[in-house]
């Protein structure tokens, strides 16, 4: 029995000596590089280039940015918003977004429609600077589009979207903007009005979300309709 115990002993020990060999640990090793490249090439090289080319193939312009031209120049994204300011063109949204002070370290200044720092102004129903900032833009809205002091403000004139980028406003607010943009191109209400109709997309797939106009294919229609004059 002592021989027996004695030689399983040694056996044992062989074996954890063959294990913890050179040859060993050079194997492992060897087989964790090819297991890394494997992947590196799977989910670095062959999965996106798949992916691209399935995106390009089936929907190019969303895979594209979903961009928006005119006489060959890109003037933006149907899916980012711009900013507009005048009497000429229809408003967007407000925007909540930002971009780094240059003047001071660590700071941000206001930047609308920064697609580069998407986000919201993050504050609350209650807070009291965004209440302040909100009734401010209520009566700027009235004055610009000569609204009765009482009139109803649609939300989306005067808050800004999650995002900071929505490049739509509702029906709605469109044709509260519809006389001010008509009077300043010089151009019938009528007009105008099937303008609007032509940049209004439905619910998605018929079911979700609210009928909007997208503000840049509205503006641009105004201007090939009728360009917009300086003012």
Not at 188 to 198: K, M, S, T, W, Y
């Amino acid at each position: 029995m002592k021989s027996s115990s004695l030689s399983l002993s040694v056996s044992v020990a062989s074996a954890t000596d063959t294990e913890s060999s050179p040859a060993s640990w050079g194997r492992l090793v060897a087989s964790s590089v090819r297991a890394a490249v494997a992947v590196m090439l799977v989910g670095g090289i062959v999965y996106p280039l798949a992916t691209t080319g399935v995106a390009q193939a089936l929907l190019p312009y969303a895979a594209n940015g979903s961009l928006i031209e005119r006489n060959g120049q890109v003037l933006g994204s149907a899916l980012i918003g711009q900013q507009f300011a005048g009497a000429n063109y229809f408003h967007g949204r407000p925007s909540a977004t930002v971009a780094p002070d240059p003047d001071k370290e660590g700071a941000s200044i206001a930047a609308p429609y920064n697609a580069a720092q998407s986000s919201g102004s993050n504050q609350g129903g209650t807070h009291k600077e965004l209440a302040e900032t909100v009734a401010a833009r209520v009566v700027q809205y009235r004055t610009d589009n000569a609204l009765a002091t009482d009139a109803v403000v649609p939300v989306d004139a005067v808050t800004a979207s999650a995002s900071g980028l929505d490049p739509h406003i509702s029906v709605a607010n469109a044709l509260l903007q519809l006389p001010r943009v008509a009077q300043a191109r010089k151009l019938n209400q009528e007009q105008v009005r099937q303008l609007i109709a032509q940049s209004t997309q439905g619910r998605t797939f018929g079911l979700l979300g609210e009928p909007r106009v997208n503000v840049l294919r509205l503006n641009m229609a105004l201007d090939t309709q009728q360009p917009a004059a300086k003012e």
